[in-house]
């Protein structure tokens, strides 16, 4: 009896404190699962904020897509007129193409022509060249000719001179004659000039031939005077001043013009 009563106090025992164990269990576990429920709803409530700021992205981004599936029409509209205004485009590229593949055989056909034509300018060129040439030596042989022309026009006019003698102071001693020799290229006349002579006896000549025609002629001057006398062609004309006075010694300035 005594033995029981034992047992039960035991058992009672152990009973409560495995009660108080289950109590403090559920107790800690109680506030362990309200902390945990308190986090589960703080995220829940994050994660409702985020779905709605999601929801209102989405509400945007769905409006600025309809938007884009209006300029997606619009654009495809466009698209459409710039593929009609493309292939007509090529349509008239396709004429033009073909009108420049005519224009190119034209252009070459021109320019076999205009190939043809330089060689024709080059040849006429060269002859022009040669003809210039020629005419340059035709100008310079009349120029030539004209000169000989006036020449001999002045020659047949006797409007040409050459100076033989230009002021020569002669001084002789009486009786004496001085004389120069010269070649007369042409036919003319002698002109001989007594500028000054210190006697009035002075007298000048003009001796020639030519042509088998002998030519002797004097002319007396004095103390001044001039005397003319013709010529022909020769190599040699002698033409003298003297002094005729018997005993004295004179003194003459004379010059000597041909004229032919």
Same mark, same amino acid.
């Given at each position: 009896?005594?033995?029981?009563?034992?047992?039960?106090r035991?058992?009672?025992?152990? %009973?409560?404190v495995?009660?108080?164990?289950?109590?403090? =269990?559920?107790?800690?576990?109680?506030?362990?699962y309200?902390?945990?429920? #308190?986090? /589960?709803e703080a995220?829940?409530?994050?994660?409702?904020? @985020?779905?709605?700021?999601?929801?209102s992205?989405?509400?945007?981004?769905?409006?600025?897509?309809?938007?884009?599936? =209006? /300029?997606?029409?619009?654009?495809?509209?466009e698209?459409e /007129?710039?593929?009609?205004? $493309?292939? @007509?485009?090529?349509? $008239?590229?396709?004429?033009?193409?073909?009108?420049?593949?005519?224009l @190119?055989?034209e252009?070459?056909?021109?320019?076999?022509?205009? /190939?043809? *034509?330089?060689?024709?300018?080059?040849?006429?060129?060269?002859? $022009?060249?040669?003809?210039?040439?020629?005419?340059?030596?035709?100008?310079?042989y009349?120029d #030539? %000719?004209? *000169?000989?022309?006036?020449?001999?026009?002045? $020659?047949?006019?006797?409007?040409?001179?050459?100076?033989?003698?230009?002021?020569?102071?002669?001084?002789? &001693?009486? =009786?004496?004659?001085? +004389?120069?020799?010269?070649?007369?290229?042409?036919?003319?006349?002698?002109r001989?000039?007594?500028?000054?002579?210190t006697?009035?006896?002075?007298?000048? +000549?003009?001796?020639?031939?030519a042509?088998?025609? +002998?030519?002797?002629? @004097?002319?007396?001057?004095g103390?001044?005077g001039?005397?003319?006398?013709?010529?022909? &062609?020769?190599? *040699?004309?002698?033409?003298?001043?003297?002094?005729?006075?018997?005993?004295?010694?004179?003194?003459?300035?004379?010059?000597?013009?041909?004229? +032919?």
């Open positions: 009896m005594s033995e029981r009563r034992v047992v039960s035991s058992v009672a025992i152990a %009973l409560g495995l009660c108080a164990v289950l109590a403090a =269990g559920l107790a800690w576990t109680s506030m362990s309200t902390s945990s429920l #308190r986090e /589960k995220v829940i409530d994050s994660l409702r904020a @985020e779905i709605a700021s999601k929801d992205r989405i509400g945007e981004l769905e409006s600025e897509a309809e938007s884009l599936r =209006g /300029k997606i029409a619009e654009l495809s509209a698209v /007129k710039l593929r009609s205004q $493309i292939n @007509e485009k090529d349509r $008239i590229i396709a004429s033009l193409s073909l009108r420049i593949g005519e @190119e055989s252009i070459e056909g021109l320019r076999n022509q205009v /190939k043809e *034509r330089e060689n024709i300018i080059a040849s006429l060129s060269s002859r $022009i060249k040669e003809l210039e040439s020629e005419i340059g030596s035709l100008r310079s009349i #030539r %000719l004209e *000169r000989e022309v006036r020449e001999l026009r002045s $020659i047949v006019n006797l409007e040409k001179k050459e100076v033989w003698v230009d002021y020569y102071v002669v001084s002789q &001693p009486a =009786g004496y004659c001085s +004389y120069w020799v010269f070649s007369a290229r042409y036919a003319g006349y002698i001989v000039y007594v500028h000054s002579s006697s009035t006896t002075t007298y000048v +000549y003009a001796e020639w031939s042509y088998g025609a +002998y030519y002797y002629s @004097e002319v007396r001057v103390a001044s001039t005397a003319t006398f013709p010529v022909l &062609p020769t190599l *040699r004309v002698k033409v003298g001043v003297c002094n005729r006075e018997l005993f004295a010694g004179v003194t003459h300035v004379v010059s000597i013009v041909y004229h +032919y």
